[in-house]
């Protein structure tokens, strides 16, 4: 990726992002069982994997949108945090030994090496089941506004429009050659469903126009393209530490990736054909989507 | 468990369950991607475990409690689908090999063993946000019900007061001893949750004032014990025909059960007492409950 490029923007964004963060991770942990609730060992498996140093993007994203659509941020807390746990239950399902078998993330033992296979496979259960009671019981949401949200969240995260389907479609594509456009699809599927479902709930609480929110979901949907291909990129140029996970993985176990497909100069070239197409989207909302275009940025320029 | 002490009753039982479990199959046929939807194999996989065979006692229930309270069935059948799903999910996590590791399901084999563990795993995770779905897009019901209804299922499926956390208490209990207020409480989390909340979301849909909606609760938490204690009598006098599992499994596997901990006779007493309990509860209400209390007798004298 070209770097420096937008070094201030990104150092202002930082801060902002470390608030945004700050803030899901104290509605996570008033959400979340305490690890000495009984069943001990899930709670602490549950609070393991989703206090582990995740950078909370999917909840910076919504809050991010649903404050150019001028949300309170009191509104949106429940719902960011909902991704979050969706998030961090595919993350452990993906990480079982069935699935992608990976003992490391983000830096730390995953869940089902650091507890045991049948505790992570209920922890994630869990997370899920926990998700939608967050909006479920949000009170300051209309029961209308909450369905909405289980709606496209369940839309996202479900099959065969959304992130499982996605998990299925990379899972196939390990024992058989993708072309481009199927490898699109799946990251379009297991990335960036849920991505672009977290610019829309912002949107949705917001109270956004039909136009609007085709305009916010035309942003995410380009940001979360944006965000695989730079995914696929570090997974070749960076290093464990900068990764908090194992890299050369994808390469080594012959995974489809944009790099593997497209080379390095055409991957760069994409992921900023992505960023250009998600500004794109932004110049058609009448609102403060300063903070949104430097998102974007940031994806574009990420190291870890 | 006594025999042909209800048979009348029970035959004529056997129709409107027969009747109630074609409308809940229609249900789920319609709300389930089909196997030809892309990805086909956990398409496959979810119809394979939905599509088995089972009894549909939950969605039975909750169709049952609804009727007695006038609500009409077509505001019932998709919130009933949503039961077996999540019913369907936890029986296909439940069953790999990193937690019962059970080959055989309903008579036939298993969702990992028919498929793998990967798709299995994915596959219950699908089926319990098609759950959550089904009831958020039910257009015959309003927000507010279908609110109240999605905190309700999520609360009995999750944990720490629901289904989930009774398996993981359950897996606690393979490793140590455990008396019996420690089995009551994991039959309790672990099936009893989700029957009693089954019989209250039926309650819920119908209109239940709290009074009734208490006598509803007290119904099914004795039900739900009552069908822990015949399962676990099942388990060690049924044929495996009878059971489409294998029984004599829990004694294999030192799981605590009724019989293992309080013996034959005691277990059979206390079958008699949580369906007494049962009948009493249902007293409470100014309702038509003949048909709950026929199903109570129907899982007293169950044989499979």
């Known amino acids: 990726m070209p770097s ?7 150092l202002e964004l930082d801060a902002l992002l470390a608030g945004s963060r700050a803030l899901v991770e104290v509605e996570l942990n008033s959400l979340l069982p305490s690890s000495a ?6 709670h602490q498996a549950i609070r393991w994997s989703v206090f582990a140093g995740g950078k909370r993007f999917r909840p910076a994203l919504l809050l991010a949108v649903g404050q150019a659509f001028s949300a309170p941020i009191k509104n949106l807390l429940k719902t960011a945090a909902a991704f979050e746990m969706v998030h961090t239950y595919s993350l452990i399902h993906d990480d079982l030994p069935a699935m992608d078998d990976d003992d490391l993330r983000r830096g730390r033992p995953t869940c089902h090496v650091r507890f045991d296979e049948a505790t992570a496979i209920l922890a994630g259960d869990a997370l899920q089941t926990l998700a939608f009671q967050a909006i479920a019981q949000d009170p300051e949401l209309s029961p209308e506004t909450r369905i909405a949200l289980i709606s ?3 839309r996202a995260a479900g099959t065969p429009e959304g992130m499982v389907a ?12 993708v072309n481009g456009a199927q490898l699109e699809e799946i990251h379009r599927l297991k990335t960036g469903a849920l991505i672009v479902s977290a610019a ?4 949705i609480i917001g109270g956004a126009s ?5 305009a916010v979901t035309s942003y995410g949907s380009h940001l979360g393209l944006l965000f695989q291909i730079t995914d696929d990129f570090l997974d070749v140029t960076a290093t464990a530490e900068a990764l908090g996970k194992t890299p050369g993985k994808d390469a080594r176990s012959n995974k489809a990736t944009y790099p593997s497909l497209h080379g390095m100069e055409e ?3 994409a992921a900023i054909d992505a960023h250009h197409a ?26 870890g």
Request: with cysteine.
């Open 210 to 214: 039909k136009d609007e929110l085709a």
């Open 166 to 177: 996605g998990q299925a479609f990379d899972m196939e594509a390990e024992t058989r050659q």
């Open 152 to 154: 496209e969240l369940t």
């Open 278 to 303: 998600a500004c794109d989207a932004l110049q058609q909302l009448d609102r403060p989507t300063d903070v949104l275009r430097r998102i974007a940025d940031f994806i574009l320029n990420r190291t």
């Open 267 to 269: 991957t760069r070239a």
């Open 200 to 203: 829309r709930c912002g949107a």
């Open 37 to 42: 609730t009984e069943p001990e060992k899930i």
């Open 4 to 10: 420096n490029l937008f070094l201030q923007n990104t």
